[in-house]
């Protein structure tokens, strides 16, 4: 049964750039979310994605975007990129099956940006 | 608005000890899910718990174990005998169902041998 993954595991970019990071979600589930980590603190949300639309959104600037295919896999798409963005970006996957009791979302292993 | 509270930023204790890692949350939701998750330096967080606003049952999964009490809106999590392998950040969070996950600021655990 594989896991959350996450693709690239890590990425260097400068300022002003653009990058996109990648997400496929564990077997079995259709809901995923983006997390951004600073050094040093909790995870914070960005933004949920369920049946290819974004349903919920985090305190995070239009510069974050994404996207969602059908086969449920995510992106995450950062444009301009600024030093302040430099972090650990997890992406989470659950089922948001109706009548599902398990409200669990599984973590992938991150993307660690660097922004120089 | 959402709020966990993990008041302790660094815990360090030498193996064998016990250890126990406050969580204090916030909601206006009456059902909530309360989870705790371990990120080892690698970076991954790994699930430990889930607990529901409507059992306040405490729960042990080996030398684990969490105390849930709505009274005092806590959450917290013990180590029994900690091992070197539980140093790691710990993270409380919460969340009001298909909603986002709010965590804490997370606890790192430091056991020495």
């Known amino acids: 049964d594989a896991g959350v993954t996450q693709s690239p595991t890590h990425l260097i970019k400068t300022r002003g750039q653009q990058v996109t990071l990648r997400c496929s979600p564990k077997?079995?589930?259709?809901?995923v979310s983006w997390y951004q980590q600073a050094l040093g603190q909790g995870p914070q949300f960005i933004f949920q994605?369920?049946?290819?639309?974004?349903?919920q959104r985090g305190n995070f600037p239009d510069r974050f975007s994404g996207h969602q295919f059908p086969n449920y896999s995510s992106e995450l798409n950062v444009n301009a990129l600024l030093l302040g963005d430099s972090a650990l970006y997890l992406c989470?996957?659950?089922?948001?099956?109706?009548?599902?009791?398990?409200?669990?979302?599984?973590f992938g292993p991150g993307t660690r940006l660097t922004v120089t | 608005a959402q709020k966990v509270t993990q008041a302790q930023t660094e815990i360090s204790v030498v193996e064998k000890e016990d250890v126990t890692l406050d969580c204090v949350y916030e909601?206006?939701?009456?059902?909530?899910?309360l989870f705790w998750y371990k990120q080892p330096p690698s970076g991954e967080l790994v699930f430990l718990i889930r607990?529901?606003?409507?059992?306040?049952q405490n729960e042990i999964s080996g030398r684990y174990s969490w105390n849930f009490q709505k009274s005092t809106s806590s959450f917290n999590f013990t180590i029994t005998a900690s091992q070197v392998v539980d140093s790691a950040v710990y993270f409380c969070?919460?969340?009001?169902?298909?909603?986002?996950?709010?965590f804490g600021k997370g606890t790192m655990l430091l056991v020495s041998p």
């Open positions: 989470a996957s659950s089922l948001r099956r109706t009548g599902s009791s398990s409200y669990e979302q599984y």
């Open positions: 077997s079995g589930h259709d809901t």
């Open positions: 994605y369920y049946e290819e639309e974004e349903r």
């Open positions: 909601t206006r939701d009456t059902t909530y899910y």
């Open positions: 607990r529901n606003s409507f059992d306040e």
């Open positions: 969070a919460l969340t009001a169902g298909y909603s986002t996950l709010t």
